[in-house]
């Protein structure tokens, strides 16, 4: 089984500062990794995803987020945030495997609030 | 590409009642899982449909149910609804291949009075 852990419920930075949102996984099995941005009444959106090769991933808006296999985590950093990031972030893990794919378990959610 | 489509986008529903959900995978796309996102909290799955199968369940009670047609499109079923089912239910399609992603849909808000 998988659990993600997010580590801070919410996270308030001011426009053009840097900003880093932590997750953490746990897994007995290889899983793929991803992260996933939630706009208030909309669906998710996938920023990046870690699939195999570069710990180093880059993803739209210019998110991107680093793969740490030792330490289980994947956190997420942006260098300089803009007040339409603001919104919700969430985690997620999906064992590898074909029949696993969409079957993702997700942290409960970081919420990114960015001030002017 | 029209994407992940899910309708209706808002219901009200009374306790005891049963709801159906409906979702229309993204062109290409065979495999379609569903998910439960209670108010401020991340998605929960609930299951898995591929080749008209329910493939991966998670722990949701038996109430929940689902379909898929041969077109791919998915169809969640809630009977005897409870006040907690109350909740954003989102559809996500994904292709049974290794290296792949799931995609969502803007989900149905369901309220349960």
């Known amino acids: 089984a998988q659990s993600v852990t997010q580590l801070d419920s919410q996270v308030p930075v001011f426009e053009e500062a840097p900003v880093e949102l932590r997750c953490n996984y746990s897994?007995?099995?290889?899983?793929?990794l991803f992260w996933y941005v939630q706009y208030p009444n909309q669906g998710l959106q996938l920023l990046l995803k870690?699939?195999?090769?570069?710990?180093l991933v880059k993803g739209i808006n210019g998110f991107e987020a680093e793969f740490n296999k030792s330490q289980t985590s994947f956190h997420l950093r942006k260098p300089s945030v803009h007040i339409s990031d603001t919104a919700e972030y969430f985690c997620?893990?999906?064992?590898?495997?074909?029949?696993?794919?969409?079957?993702?378990?997700f942290g409960q959610g970081t919420t990114l609030q960015v001030k002017p | 590409d029209a994407g992940v489509t899910q309708s209706p986008t808002h219901l009200i529903k009374t306790r005891g009642q049963q709801v159906t959900l409906r979702c229309s995978p993204k062109?290409?796309?065979?495999?379609v899982s569903w998910y439960q996102q209670a108010l401020g909290q991340g998605p929960q799955f609930i299951f898995q449909?591929?080749?008209?199968?329910?493939?991966q369940r998670g722990n949701f009670p038996d109430r929940f149910s689902g379909h898929q047609f041969p077109n791919y499109s998915s169809e969640l079923n809630v009977n005897a609804l409870l006040l907690g089912d109350s909740a954003l239910y989102l559809c996500?399609?994904?292709?049974?291949?290794?290296?792949?992603?799931?995609?969502f849909g803007q989900g149905t808000r369901l309220t349960v009075v």
């Open positions: 449909y591929y080749e008209e199968e329910e493939r």
């Open positions: 062109s290409g796309h065979d495999t």
């Open positions: 870690y699939l195999s090769g570069s710990t």
């Open positions: 897994s007995s099995v290889s899983v793929y």
């Open positions: 997620a893990v999906s064992a590898k495997g074909s029949s696993n794919t969409g079957k993702l378990i």
């Open positions: 996500a399609s994904s292709y049974r291949g290794v290296n792949t992603e799931a995609f």
